[in-house]
């Protein structure tokens, strides 16, 4: 399925001049672990072994010597990411002259063809503050060096803002190098496009999947539920990535035979229409939909809802739950919200259960010692993950 790229240590390649090869995974802050967990299984079934170490940059990126099947795999499969890129050069120059100078003579000697076939091209930029000029500069200078390198190879391009062949980037990396990439996907690998109602105050689809994998829900012996499912995105990302279901199209889920039992929960009866729809768009199978009020379920009433044969799956899970924590509630109504939601989680004796939310009085409200506390940015809120083993 799969082309075998070049590898190296990575140590090797950054340390190896301006011309880089390695392959950058960006996802939400606090998500380098579950990336890497999350590109470890996927290439131990499609590429028949382990990735190399990564380097994990910040809080919410990975990098890795670059290798074609290893970015084609991310690119297709990798759902905790939001963008897949391509690191191509690394440079020292401070200054927008100089650095024109260096990019341009480096990109018109590439013999890596990363180019292919394109003639439009973009850029952006981000993490640029530290640089002696504005974004909007380094833009302009970036994109010069590389047309104009290009072109003293025979290859031209147009630019493109809208809907470019190529999408390339420009970030200062923690070294105070700036760092020029070729985005792989094109485009935030978030919107994955089958959400065409997406409710109220909707979790990113990466981040839902991120969510996922820290709950450590096994699709083989456990339920999955959300009881406040909203638009549907938490339980879809999970059909999904139980399958190992590709995020681009026209490729084969990597586990095809897995069967997910999962049950989504919501008490708006047009925002479960909503959830409806995006798990047709998306082909997600095996989720069971119910409107209603999450504290009329008792554990029984999950379970049947999964319509699971006897000992196909446990009688225990995960529930994963993004709840209400904005000005969506006024804080009378929350703190209540979160004391039923404690009291009724009470009752699933053996299962685990993950909370995104970001409320100060939420911990108190729920009232059950978490195991796992960490931040987890939500877009622009500062939210914070919750993991409880109910007993």
Not at 34 to 47: I, P
Not at 108 to 136: I, K, M, P, Q, Y
């Amino acid at each position: 399925m799969w082309r075998r790229g070049a590898t190296g240590t990575l140590k090797t390649v950054l340390q190896g001049g301006v011309r880089v090869d390695v392959l950058r995974l960006v996802g939400s802050a606090q998500t380098n672990k579950v990336m890497e967990g999350e590109l470890s299984r996927l290439a131990t079934k499609a590429l028949a072994r382990r990735p190399p170490a990564a380097k994990r940059a910040g809080v919410g990126t990975l990098l890795y010597p670059f290798a074609d099947d290893l970015a084609q795999l991310a690119l297709g499969y990798h759902r905790t990411s939001a963008r897949v890129l391509r690191d191509l050069f690394r440079l020292d120059a401070k200054r927008l002259e100089p650095l024109y100078d260096e990019l341009r003579a480096e990109v018109e000697a590439d013999d890596r063809a990363w180019w292919g076939s394109a003639r439009t091209l973009s850029v952006g930029a981000t993490r640029t503050t530290s640089f002696a000029a504005g974004e909007r500069q380094i833009v302009g200078t970036v994109k010069n060096a590389i047309v104009d390198g290009l072109q003293a190879r025979g290859h031209k391009l147009a630019i493109d803002a809208e809907r470019p062949d190529l999408l390339l980037s420009a970030r200062v990396d923690d070294d105070e190098r700036l760092v020029v990439s070729l985005d792989l996907g094109g485009r935030s690998l978030s919107q994955r496009g089958y959400r065409a109602q997406a409710g109220e105050a909707p979790l990113r689809e990466h981040l839902a999947a991120s969510l996922v994998m820290l709950s450590r829900y096994d699709a083989r012996r456990e339920i999955f539920f959300d009881p406040m499912c909203g638009a549907g995105t938490i339980c879809i990302e999970a059909a999904l990535m139980a399958t190992a279901a590709a995020r681009m199209s026209g490729l084969p889920p990597l586990f095809p035979d897995t069967v997910p039992h999962i049950v989504g929960n919501e008490l708006d009866v047009g925002v479960l229409a909503s959830a409806r729809n995006n798990a047709e768009q998306a082909r997600a199978r095996g989720i069971a939909w119910r409107c209603g009020d999450f504290r009329a379920l008792a554990p029984a009433d999950v379970i049947a809802l999964t319509g699971a044969a006897s000992g196909e799956v446990g009688n225990t899970g995960v529930i994963v739950v993004n709840p209400p924590y904005d000005d969506r509630m006024r804080d009378a109504d929350i703190f209540g919200l979160y004391q039923d939601l404690g009291d009724w989680a009470a009752q699933f004796v053996g299962w685990r259960m993950a909370v995104i939310v970001d409320h100060p009085d939420f911990e108190q409200a729920f009232g059950h010692p978490w195991q796992q506390k960490k931040p987890l940015a939500n877009g622009n809120l500062r939210s914070y993950f919750y993991l409880y083993a109910m007993a």
